[in-house]
């Protein structure tokens, strides 16, 4: 569970986000809102990428301020554009980095990279340089490559908005499918039908917050 | 700077040193600007990137960005203009130039970060210190004992390349300065 | 992965990477110390003789030395007219013999075991300061980024063609440059987000 308790955050005069208090338990949250709103600031506060200026954000108890690198094996992070998360030049090179980093051996390594790359329908990928894959599968090897560590939460900022329809929907079929809770930031309202809360950003402030049906109208009439 | 050296680099001075090594690299595909006739070699936007990598990374992560390109290069990846690698260009004609890059980069860098607030001009003078000056100090001679050609003749074909390098001079001093504007936490 | 390694199973693609690193200094070294033209010229034959024993044809050794052919020839005029004939065929004979040495280390080598020896190597360096976990995250990520670069600059390129500018190097290096840079802060939370220990 993610607590933000009185959470401001400015960048030099620039309040980017105002006062925010949420306690995220729901199994799918979608944060939506305008570009510039705080929405993306708001994702990366939730795995310590970025600290609040004032007040606390709380993972499971752990501080981010304090804890980041625990806090980071419990909350992985899907970036917008999967070239700037892809860090390795081969597929498995990739799935591995971050399970290297986290002390898994070999063999688990090899297991779990085996277990991911079926489960996408990618096995064949195992050996290809990252580079020339299609954007819809960078994607899913940039998800598989935070899957693959275990995280508690998964937090994804814009996940699709480089993809094309099907991608889209291959991306949230993924998602929907996934164990973990997931915080979803997205521009993308045909993502967020099955989701159990939307919480709507605006000007750094909580414009809005409930179910989807109720909230999306809202939003909607927001940016008419 | 004396708390980074003690803890050595974050993640993102190795990423930009990453990113500076691949920079270079990609600059040589630029197409290259061929003059008389295929007498020389042509002028490639490649040293372009020691000079960025000086100007905008300073002088020991600029540095060590040139020198990981070195390495890739000596390895045997054709990162070099033309789809060119390996040894043998390292100790060819033009390897003295190449093998003093990382040097090159890192005189910038620590002239720069000397005197961060230094006008355009300064800046661009510093760019040619280390891009020009330095460069050919080490190119030449190497060129002239390779070939055995003796210094002057070196010096004359040289020569041919000092209005592209100048060129160079002013594009990367209006390139880094624009960068460390768009981005002052680099 | 890009590579100018030509696949083989030749002794010399066997042979250890640190030891054709080693036999390549010490014969570059000889190579500019021998002053002799006839040394020069069986120098180079035996380095040439090389070639069909890796496997490679001697039209891959020709592709070695053919992007100097210039300056092959501007050496040798230059040479020829100043101080003779003997010592203009040593000079380009010598470097000839020279690239022809480099490049077949090059051309018998992975640059992925080149890599792992020199990452290896550079174990001795600790005490120096030099953490190898660091520098093959560097190397990894330069081979990571050079394609992703090549292709910011295709679509800087065209997109700067479509206004005429396609030849001017800043309008395509300083976007390209932007890019980058945001590229490289995403990749730099993306690697801290994924575990790692700088």
């Known amino acids: 569970m993610i607590e933000l308790q009185n959470v401001s955050l400015s960048y030099g005069d620039r309040e980017v986000l105002r006062d925010l208090s949420l306690r995220l338990t729901e199994r799918r949250i979608a944060i939506i809102g305008a ?40 909350v992985g992070f899907v970036f917008q554009n999967p070239d700037n998360q892809i860090v390795m030049p081969i597929v498995e090179e990739d799935l591995a980095f971050g399970m290297k980093n986290c002390g898994f051996s070999k063999a688990e390594i090899a297991a779990k990279t085996a277990e991911i790359l079926a489960r996408y329908d990618l096995s064949d990928l195992r050996e290809h340089p990252a580079h020339l894959l299609s954007g819809g599968q960078k994607q899913l090897i ?58 709507v950003i605006d000007e750094g402030r909580v414009f809005a917050d409930g179910l989807p049906a109720e909230v999306i109208p809202a939003y909607q009439e927001l940016m008419a | 700077m004396d708390t980074a050296l003690k803890q050595g680099f974050a993640t993102k001075d190795i990423v930009y040193i990453a990113l500076f090594a691949a920079l270079t690299a990609a600059l040589g595909l630029m197409p290259p600007i061929h003059f008389a006739g295929a007498a020389l070699p042509p002028i490639t936007a490649q040293s372009l990137g020691v000079m960025l990598a000086g100007a905008v990374l300073g002088s020991k992560r600029g540095g060590l960005a040139l020198l990981l390109f070195i390495a890739l290069v000596a390895v045997g990846l054709p990162l070099l203009s033309g789809g060119r690698g390996g040894f043998g260009v390292l100790v060819g004609t033009s ?92 | 992965m890009l590579d100018l390694y030509s696949p083989g199973h030749s002794p010399l693609h066997r042979m250890r990477p640190s030891l054709k690193m080693g036999a390549l200094m010490v014969g570059a070294t000889l190579l500019m110390i021998n002053q002799s033209l006839p040394i020069t010229v069986a120098a180079a034959l035996a380095i040439l003789a090389l070639y069909p024993l890796a496997q ?19 050496f040798f005029a230059v040479q020829w007219y100043f101080s003779g004939l003997t010592l203009a065929t040593y000079v380009v004979l010598r470097l000839a013999a020279l690239i022809l040495l480099a490049s077949l280390v090059t051309l018998t080598t992975r640059s992925s075991d080149m890599i792992d020896t020199m990452t290896r190597a550079l174990r001795l360096l600790r005490p120096l300061g030099v953490n190898p976990a660091k520098v093959s995250l560097a190397i990894s990520l330069a081979l990571r980024f050079i394609p992703v670069l090549a292709q910011i600059m295709t679509e800087v390129r065209e997109a700067q063609k479509a206004r005429g500018l396609e030849r ?29 220990r700088s």
Request: hydrophobic fraction near 50%.
């Open chain 1, 35 to 74: 570009n510039g709103s705080g929405k993306s600031t708001l994702a990366r506060l939730l795995n310590g990428l970025a600290l609040p200026s004032t007040g606390d954000v709380l993972v499971d108890g752990l501080n981010t301020r304090k804890q980041g690198r625990d806090v980071r094996r419990k």
């Open chain 1, 142 to 199: 940039a998800i598989s490559g935070v899957l693959v560590m275990e995280p508690d939460i998964v937090v994804m900022d814009e996940p699709t908005t480089l993809l094309d329809l099907r991608n889209k929907r291959r991306i949230a079929r993924a998602v929907a499918a996934l164990d973990q809770q997931v915080i979803t930031v997205t521009h993308d309202l045909d993502l967020l039908t099955d989701y159990d809360r939307v919480i």
């Open chain 2, 95 to 186: 390897g003295g130039f190449l093998l003093a890059w990382p040097f090159c980069a890192a005189l910038i860098g620590w002239l720069i970060e000397r005197d961060s607030d230094a006008s355009a001009v300064k800046t661009g003078i510093y760019v040619a210190i280390g891009g020009i000056a330095l460069m050919y100090a080490a190119g030449i001679p190497w060129m002239a004992f390779i070939g055995k050609l003796g210094l002057t003749k070196s010096l004359t074909i040289m020569v041919a390349y000092i209005p592209g390098d100048l060129v160079k001079v002013v594009l990367a001093t209006i390139i880094a300065r624009g960068l460390r504007r768009a981005f002052p936490t680099l």
């Open chain 3, 56 to 74: 490679l044809t001697l039209k891959q050794a020709f592709a070695q030395v053919r992007p100097l052919l210039w300056i092959f020839v501007l």
């Open chain 3, 168 to 196: 001017s190097v800043i309008a395509v290096a300083m976007p390209m440059a932007i890019r980058a840079i945001k590229m490289a802060d995403d990749i730099s939370d993306a690697i801290d987000s994924r575990g790692y």
